[in-house]
């Protein structure tokens, strides 16, 4: 049955390549509210969309921590990067990533993209995606925030990123915890401009 299913992610992600369907990053890093990443590339998984994918080693250890899983078994991703290796594509321009989402981001790498310091694949897709003038969304994650913490906010901000921390929508009235997290899952599909069947929007009180 798992052999059935993979064989079934893998021809499907073939036939979206072959349709030239977006192509999306989603990095990991070492932040709590991994359930947002599950969410988030669940919700991927049934778009028309190519997913690769790195995590950082603090991600992994979180990753861990929340769900008791290593990075190659979340859904939805069909590459892998070793998040040491410079010379993996994301690490290029040529690459042609329409969008990034680092999800959840850690104030360590929002540290490092505000400032330009590229210290492994995560930082330097991060960077390529803003000098390419490409969508980065970062879902930082901490709370409360320093000083620090917003100034570097507002940098990336300026350097091109969209700061979109993960609140969900309480007025969609979610009925669990998961359905709390689609309702931030489809802020970010809006973002990336996707279909998102089944997608719940407010429309108005009257
Ligand atoms: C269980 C756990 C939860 C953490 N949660 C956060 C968090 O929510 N936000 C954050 O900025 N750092 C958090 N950290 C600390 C980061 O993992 C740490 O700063 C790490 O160096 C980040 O590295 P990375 O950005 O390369 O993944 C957490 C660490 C652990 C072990």
């Not at 030239?20 to 947002?36: C, D, E, R």
């Not at 929340?66 to 993996?88: I, M, Q, Y």
């Amino acid at each position: 049955m798992k052999l059935l299913r993979s064989q079934y992610l893998y021809v499907s992600l073939e036939i979206k390549r072959l349709l030239n369907n977006k192509k999306i990053l989603v990095a990991v890093t070492g932040a709590s509210a991994m359930l947002y990443l599950h969410s988030f590339l669940e919700m991927l998984e049934n778009e028309a969309v190519i997913v690769h994918g790195i995590c950082s080693d603090a991600g992994e250890k979180v990753l861990a921590l929340e769900h008791t899983v290593d990075s190659r078994n979340l859904p939805g991703v069909s590459k892998w990067f070793d998040c040491k290796n410079f010379a993996a594509a994301p690490a290029s321009g040529s690459a042609d990533y329409d969008a990034m989402v680092i999800i959840p981001c850690s104030m360590g790498t929002l540290a490092t993209i505000a400032s330009g310091i590229t210290t492994n694949l995560i930082h330097r897709a991060a960077d390529v995606m803003l000098k390419e003038r490409k969508k980065l969304i970062l879902v930082t994650r901490e709370t409360p925030l320093n000083r620090t913490h917003l100034q570097n906010m507002l940098s990336a901000h300026d350097a091109g990123a969209v700061i979109c921390p993960p609140h969900p929508g309480f007025y969609l009235q979610p009925e669990s915890l998961e359905a709390a997290a689609m309702t931030f899952s489809w802020r970010l599909g809006d973002q990336l401009g996707l279909e998102m069947k089944g997608r719940k929007r407010w429309s108005g009180d009257e």
